[in-house]
């Protein structure tokens, strides 16, 4: 199919396309992706997220800098799951698109999914396997860390970067919130601001007492609006990585967020059946009648429309 | 049932412990529910939600000192779609908690339902129904705006307050994320921080020109922490409420939320049978192994998976 085959040669214009469809819930979106998916897999997904205003795009475009330099081929998809808006540019991403044209080296797309059918994680990823599909070799996905995304974030990246700052009880929040939970590595952005070595004491302190199994997480002190701490984050991705390679852990990974995959599409496609079926409106509004006059619970109705509709 | 019996006669303790099992997805809760249906209906459900430091908790409480002179019984959910703590009371309602005992004439419960199968909705609906079947009157739901929480509040309640503040942006903030689009009624708060009038102009004006149906929306002005402007806002909600019930809308609505309620429901059950069922992790892994040996696409594995599951 044309589209895909634009995908292939990595056409800018029929990538965004693509992700369009695939955030419209088009039907065209599945041919696409069935049509690319022998060709997915090479790119490195690499997810970035962490408290609104600790230095996450800057961190991504200094990253992409120095992936760039070396020859990669990056994209950057910025997840907001929290904006109704879809299929454009937000403003700061204009900004920053304008600041990387460089040549047309970098791929940047906003992605905004509340309210996508399937959600943040569905959506996500089919744009990683179309950006994949189309020979990028590094796809850094960048989320604000509030609510479900950053357990979302997690399951459609190879690994993750989870940035603090030493300001504001970042490091406190993120052990509540189970921000570190998710995280193979950690940046504490903001050097200059003074009590990054306190939190980074704080955090292995955390993790010897009670993550016992993050006892090695590397933790990274970047400044990155001067460009700090770049290069030892970039090592410190390329080593979690040549390790996880080594030890069989990417690929099990994979595997993993795969079948968490696979299962979060099936359930789509139930309810996708299930309620666009001839019938199926009448169906529920006569199990709500029921609920509402009293002579069933709401389990019991469901149930019932589960019983019916699966028949 | 014993648990239920305790619950319709109001006993606060039994309703925590059903509130309990229901945040734990316990196998009893489904019981409790189905016991109880007969008896849910009686209680109104207002829905309360806006940004982070807007004073919800204290209009909340001012609310329900208002409504509890008046012979009402109240309870307050405080739902908390961020925390991943669950089942537990956090520090700042043990605060209001003891400030509200005043002779256990307020029931005061904090989920965190942030990973809770089936989703925030589907847990506080449950909670609602449990407070409503024990003689509560109304039951006030607050929830902080952020990402999903509001379309799910909407769903949960009879009529939703959305609270706002002149300070910071929040009205620009409101329309941009959808947030007005749930409220039936507006409070501003912090009226004494200037600009309230402003924000309140703009407000009518926005639903002037583009929120037609919104062209009547009530909105008041409030300072929660003094007490002004909570009798408007009362007299909003029952304002509201009567023009509801006398033109059919209040049921209407109920029906609504009810078919979302149960098309919910439905969605958990299945993905529970399918899997729990035997061998479904198996065929899961078999999937997931086709698409990455890029022998499929995941919703061509996905789609396999479904037929095999359902057959």
């Not at 994209?75 to 460089?102: C, H, N, Q, W, Y």
């Not at 696979?262 to 001839?278: H, P, R, S, Y």
Request: charged residues 25%.
């Amino acid at each position: 199919m044309p589209l895909a085959d634009d995908v292939l040669r990595g056409d800018f214009l029929a990538i965004s396309r693509g992700i369009s469809l695939v955030e419209n819930a088009a039907p065209e979106a599945r041919e696409v992706l069935d049509a690319l998916s022998s060709r997915v897999g090479g790119a490195l997904r690499v997810g970035l997220t962490g408290p609104p205003g600790v230095g996450k795009s800057t961190t991504v475009d200094e990253l992409t800098a120095a992936f760039v330099a070396r020859g990669e081929k990056v994209a950057i998809v910025a997840v907001d799951p929290t904006s109704p808006f879809t299929g454009g540019a937000l403003l700061g991403d204009r900004i920053r698109m304008a600041k990387m044209a460089e040549g047309g080296r970098v791929f940047m797309r906003s992605m905004a999914t509340r309210g996508t059918p399937g959600g943040l994680a569905r959506t996500t990823q089919d744009a990683a396997d179309l950006l994949d599909a189309s020979g990028r070799t590094i796809i850094l996905i960048e989320t604000v860390g509030v609510g479900q995304s950053e357990i979302e974030i997690s399951r459609a990246s190879d690994c993750v970067i989870v940035m603090l700052s030493p300001e504001s009880g970042d490091g406190v929040q993120a052990m509540k919130s189970g921000l570190l939970e998710i995280a193979d590595i950690i940046a504490i952005n903001k050097a200059d601001r003074g009590g990054a070595d306190r939190l980074e004491h704080d955090l292995k302190t955390a993790f010897e007492l009670g993550l016992r199994s993050r006892r090695d997480m590397p933790i990274v002190i970047t400044e990155a609006i001067r460009g700090k701490g770049i290069p030892e984050l970039v090592a410190a991705i390329d080593g979690l990585i040549a390790a996880r390679r080594g030890s069989g852990a990417f690929q099990e990974r994979r595997r993993e967020n795969m079948e968490d995959r696979i299962k979060q599409i099936a359930e789509f496609l139930i309810q996708k059946n299930l309620w666009d079926a001839n019938g199926a409106g009448r169906k529920v509004a006569a199990a709500a009648e029921n609920v509402l006059s009293r002579r069933q619970s709401p389990y019991q109705g469901a149930q019932d429309l589960v019983r019916e509709v699966l028949r």
